[in-house]
């Protein structure tokens, strides 16, 4: 370890009996001990003739490798000089998908901090949860975003970020940009490159299914074997390729999609300022000659009539993950583009993808198979292989596996060295596995996560509610809804002005995509003897 090294992470990480079996039968995985993520990816583009070669684009700039570099080097010295920050400190980065954004992150992995990025729509109260947990020294923050995050850091009692900087406003004299361009962006020889593959690179919330935010982390030697397995013998980008999308980076769906993985491959990213439509993502990818595009089997299917009308003419490659893929969206992105999806399932606390395939490989209504170097099977409660063509509970294991920060549902995520992901499954004669269900009472919307009791909260911060109860059901559009069973207390009524009040609340409480899309008044809900809210009865209904 570095003679200064914050051990913050290192001091909660799960115990060896804890941790699932990290495999690396694939030669390409066995990651040298001494390695840095980002140093790592740069090498591999001077190996290969790419540093002259565009890497991150906007419409208002255009970064090579080479370029890309240097400003990265510059926001270290930031981190470093300015910021007094050593390895192991935690550094929570707030913003959208931008050039700045990216460039950050790559700063403080390089540099040896933990990067936790955070979704731009969070509330004060979830980004309050973050702090308390992960204790982050340093905010780096969208100067759009500060509101939230400010009255975050007033809320905490023992509020850990002794710092802001923002980033993203050109006039900020104190801003980011503006302190990176101060600097010479010629490091100590020693920065970055001598990091142990094994500290921890980078920090990724989930909420889970009980609403409290959990901490899963991964490290150099993860991310960078995570390159040789899913993006090698899957993805396969080529130099060439421009990659659009909508997944944050603050997903790691979105940070290997859009940031990492096209590193990996010698290609390049398009950053949009601001979210995108699914019309302005079909135009976008005909304006810039999009090549490969990342985004969620909802966002497919609304963008299906523009991609029709319009056409994509340059684009080879599209990716569906996030959320269950109906062969319906399949079937209506084919045939309104010609390109067949490639389907994946992955998860925050394996990094990314580990079951998936792509084009002549693609069979109708399964994810795929598993990805080279992954082990994966479908297990009874017991963790004993099921006949194929049963439903079982999905286990995996490979060169990345959860390690959650101190949180004692490590030990239900992983058991015996297999990670479980939660969810139901089938496995044919052939190695295909066919997605089922969630296993537990994660609602996945549009691509996004929600915990039915985060949810719950915040409507029961609503005067007007007594008890409430929330589900995700089924849905054409989205895959599912969040779908909330409310007792209203007394002189309320539950009508259309209710309805429209207690979801615009939860919009203002937590971030928007989780309010109910619909919502059910009852006179009461179901529990056990023991008061425990039987979801599984609100389902029945």
């Not at 990025?117 to 340093?138: F, S, V």
């Not at 079982?392 to 479980?420: E, F, H, M």
């Not at 992901?421 to 089938?426: K, N, R, S, V």
Request: proline share 7%; net charge negative.
């Amino acid at each position: 370890m570095p003679a200064q090294f914050d051990r913050f992470v290192h001091d909660r990480l799960p115990s060896p009996a804890q941790l699932p079996e990290f495999r690396y039968e694939l030669p390409e995985m066995r990651i040298p001990d001494q390695a840095n993520l980002v140093d790592a990816l740069f090498a591999r583009a001077d190996a290969h003739g790419w540093s002259d070669r565009p890497f991150l684009r906007s419409a208002a700039r255009t970064l090579t490798y080479r370029d890309a570099r240097r400003e990265i080097d510059r926001i270290v010295q930031v981190l470093l000089e300015d910021c007094g920050l050593v390895t192991g400190h935690r550094v929570l980065l707030r913003g959208g998908n931008s050039v700045v954004m990216a460039l950050a992150w790559l700063a403080c992995v390089k540099a040896g901090m933990v990067a936790l990025a955070t979704m731009p729509l969070l509330r004060a109260r979830e980004l309050g949860a973050i702090l308390e947990k992960a204790q982050p020294c340093l905010a780096l923050c969208d100067a759009r975003l500060v509101g939230e995050l400010g009255a975050a850091c007033e809320a905490v009692a023992a509020n850990p970020v002794t710092r802001v900087v923002t980033f993203n406003d050109d006039a900020d004299a104190a801003g980011l940009e503006a302190m990176a361009a101060r600097k010479s962006g010629d490091l100590p020889g020693t920065a970055g490159t001598l990091a142990d593959a094994d500290d921890i690179a980078l920090m990724a919330f989930t909420s889970g299914t009980t609403g409290t935010p959990k901490a899963p982390v991964h490290s150099h030697r993860d991310v960078l074997a995570a390159c040789e397995a899913w993006p090698r013998h899957v993805l396969q980008l080529v130099p060439d390729d421009i990659v659009v999308g909508s997944p944050p980076l603050a997903f790691t769906f979105g940070l290997g999609g859009l940031l990492l993985f096209p590193m990996w491959s010698g290609a390049s990213t398009w950053f949009h300022d601001g979210p995108y439509t699914p019309e302005s993502m079909v135009r976008k990818i005909r304006e810039v000659g999009a090549t490969v595009c990342f985004t969620a089997p909802t966002f497919y299917r609304q963008m299906a009539p523009f991609a029709k009308a319009l056409g994509v003419p340059t684009l080879r490659k599209s990716v569906s993950a996030g959320e269950g893929l109906p062969d319906a969206t399949r079937q209506l992105w084919k045939q309104a583009t010609g390109i067949e999806m490639i389907d994946g399932i992955g998860a925050t606390e394996m990094f990314h993808v580990f079951i998936s395939s792509a084009g002549e490989d693609v069979r109708p209504g399964a994810i795929g198979k598993v990805v080279p170097g992954y082990a994966a099977r479908v297990v009874d409660d017991e963790g004993n292989e099921v006949p194929r063509g049963t439903v079982g509970k999905l286990a995996v294991k490979g060169p990345t596996g959860c390690r959650y920060l101190d949180d004692p549902r490590q030990a239900k995520y992983v058991r015996k060295g297999w990670n479980y992901p939660g969810d139901a499954f089938t496995q044919d004669a052939d190695g295909y596995f066919f997605y089922k269900a969630r296993d537990d009472d994660m609602i996945i919307t549009a691509g996004y996560n929600v915990g039915g009791p985060e949810v719950e909260d915040a409507l029961l911060r609503h005067p007007s509610v007594a008890e409430c109860g929330v589900i995700g059901v089924p849905d054409d559009d989205r895959g599912m809804v969040v779908k909330a069973f409310c007792v209203l207390r007394e002189g309320h009524t539950g009508d259309d002005t209710m309805v429209k009040a207690l979801q615009d609340h939860v919009k203002s409480t937590i971030a928007p995509y989780k309010y109910p899309r619909a919502i059910v008044f009852v006179a009461s809900l179901p529990r056990t003897e023991t008061g425990k809210l039987q979801r599984f009865r609100l389902r029945e209904l």
